[in-house]
């Protein structure tokens, strides 16, 4: 079982996981008063990208046409 990835909530700063692009439910730091459930204004926001997806071709190197030799 593997287990998801976590980065840091913008509004509270915990390590939160992200499930499905999500950052999960959570509870804002701190002790909670009473039996109260209160989640954090980030629970359920969007999580950003960790980097821009990789490019096929190099900025110095276009694509050809045709089709490219074997070995």
């Not at 976590?6 to 499905?20: E, L, M």
């Not at 950052?23 to 999580?47: K, N, Q, T, V």
Request: hydrophobic share 25%.
């Amino acid at each position: 079982m593997s287990s998801s990835p976590r980065r840091t909530c913008p509004v509270c700063t915990r390590q939160i996981a992200v499930v499905g692009g999500r950052f999960a439910r959570h509870d804002p730091p701190g002790r909670r008063s009473g039996y109260e459930l209160i989640s954090c204004p980030g629970s359920r926001r969007m999580a950003p990208l960790l980097t821009t997806p990789p490019k096929l071709f190099g900025e110095e190197e276009p694509p050809t046409p045709g089709q490219q030799t074997l070995f």
